[in-house]
């Protein structure tokens, strides 16, 4: 299970961090993301980490350099620390795992393949 929190109501230029506790069947995981979803549009990849053999980071241009997508160590908890934040930025924040492919390939193809686990999302409000 995923359960995303730490979202609420910001003002532009704010920070914000979101956490993500995972537990149980999805720790068998090694990608994990984080998506989000604003108002009548369709749901976009925001961040997202691998990590074992070959750990790999991507995060869309959107978000580069306000953004920043970490674990703890036990790969137990995912974070995203949200900077410099916009109002363009509100949305539904989700995160979501991947379980292990066998194999490395980059995580644009993981994405391709897409997430075996979801969890409810957290809303980010950015207004003034």
């Known amino acids: 299970q995923l359960q995303a929190s730490g979202g609420g109501l910001v003002q532009p230029g704010d920070s914000l961090i979101l956490s993500c506790a995972v537990s149980?069947?999805?720790?068998?995981?090694?990608?994990m993301a984080w998506f989000r979803q604003a108002p009548g549009l369709e749901r976009e990849f925001v961040a997202g980490?691998?990590?074992?053999?070959?750990?790999?980071?991507l995060v869309d241009e959107s978000v580069k350099g306000r953004f920043t997508i970490s674990k703890n160590s036990a790969a137990t908890a995912l974070y995203l620390q949200m900077k410099s934040l916009k109002p363009e930025d509100t949305a539904v924040y989700y995160c979501?795992?991947?379980?292990?492919?066998?194999?490395?390939?980059?995580?644009?193809?993981?994405?391709?393949?897409?997430?075996?686990?979801w969890g409810k999302g957290t809303l980010v409000t950015v207004s003034s």
């Open positions: 979501a795992a991947q379980r292990s492919l066998g194999y490395v390939t980059d995580i644009q193809n993981r994405l391709r393949i897409g997430m075996n686990y």
């Open positions: 149980g069947r999805t720790s068998t995981t090694n990608l």
């Open positions: 980490m691998t990590w074992e053999s070959s750990p790999m980071t």
